[in-house]
């Protein structure tokens, strides 16, 4: 593993908290993370700070249009699956 590898590994809890206070949803903010790391290994460059910098990638990109609107969409179906599966396994009577 590469030093930057190393730094950013050890960035991921910080980086997984600021979007779970922003998003409320814990698959949603991993989502997030995942999407930053993947930006973050094509786009680093040597003197940046590196969390200032992360943090400003995730934060960009929880801003995008296109992104909100598919999560809104994906937690909205999740939502409907677990009312839809609590109701069914209320009325099972096994």
């Not at 590994?9 to 989502?31: K, S, T």
């Not at 929880?62 to 809104?72: K, L, N, S």
């Amino acid at each position: 593993m590469t030093e930057i590898h190393q730094r950013i590994e050890a960035e991921i809890p910080c980086l997984r908290r600021y979007p779970q206070a922003l998003v409320r949803d814990v698959a949603d903010a991993d989502d997030l993370v995942q999407e930053c790391l993947t930006r973050a290994m094509d786009l680093w460059r040597e003197g940046s700070n590196l969390r200032v910098w992360l943090l400003t990638i995730l934060h960009n990109q929880y801003v995008e249009p296109d992104w909100r609107d598919e999560t809104a969409t994906a937690c909205a179906h999740r939502r409907f699956h677990s009312v839809g599966t609590d109701i069914l396994a209320a009325a099972d009577p096994h």
